[in-house]
Nanobody
Framework: QVQLVESGGGLVQAGGSLRLSCAAS????????MGWFRQAPGKEREFIAA????????YYKDSVKGRFIISRDNAKNTVFLQMNSLNPEDTAVYYC???????????????????WGKGTPVTVSS
């Protein structure tokens, strides 16, 4: 079993930055692909970013390319999402997920993820 706990969310003004963390426990995530998803009020959960087990391969939703950066530190069992140039459309609850298939993560197959965190809310004010 893997437990995932997100942190780092909060209220930020448009144009600002936040860094989200996803700390894993229970077992090492070094063999898992990891992803960040988000869910805005009244909307479905959507894929944001994926990173393979080593951290050398990443993939992003078009709307966050060039603004968000996903990274991981396997020694610390933690995944990060650096979010820059935030806008009100980025307001959502952000979730991290772990899965054995990088393909499933990068294709946003959220119903196939092995493990989920409980999310951290991000609010961007205009």
């Amino acid at each position: 079993q893997v437990q995932l706990v997100e942190s780092g969310g909060g209220l930020v003004q448009a144009g600002g930055s936040l860094r989200l963390s996803c700390a894993a426990s229970g077992r090492a995530i070094s063999t898992f692909a990891m992803g960040w998803f988000r869910q805005a009020p009244g909307k479905e959960r959507e894929f944001i970013a994926a990173i393979n087990w080593s951290g050398y391969t990443t993939y992003y939703k078009d709307s966050v390319k060039g603004r968000f950066i996903i990274s991981r530190d396997n020694a610390k069992n933690t995944v990060f999402l650096q979010m820059n140039s935030l806008n009100p459309e980025d307001t959502a609850v952000y979730y991290c997920a772990a899965d054995r298939s990088y393909s499933d993560v990068m294709q946003g197959y959220h119903d196939r993820m092995d493990y989920w965190g409980k999310g951290t809310p991000v609010t961007v004010s205009s």
